[in-house]
């Protein structure tokens, strides 16, 4: 991770720590839902497409 990245992550971890998550949610609101949807997203069509079809793809070719 980049230090910005760690940065950010530690923000909204102390902004969590001091509002608790209703409040973290009022204060970033649907910017913070929507980067955990994306990065969710992301990480299942790799974890469930990508690898499976890689892996298809090499015991086909044999």
Not at 1 to 30: C, I, P
Not at 34 to 57: E, K, S
Request: charged share 25%; net charge positive.
């Amino acid at each position: 991770m980049t230090l910005s990245v760690r940065a950010y992550l530690r923000t909204l971890r102390d902004e969590r720590r001091q509002l608790g998550w209703k409040g973290l949610f009022r204060r970033r609101g649907w910017k913070l839902v929507a980067v955990v949807v994306l990065y969710y997203l992301i990480r299942d069509t790799i974890l469930y497409v990508l690898i499976p079809l890689a892996i298809a793809a090499g015991v086909l070719q044999r």
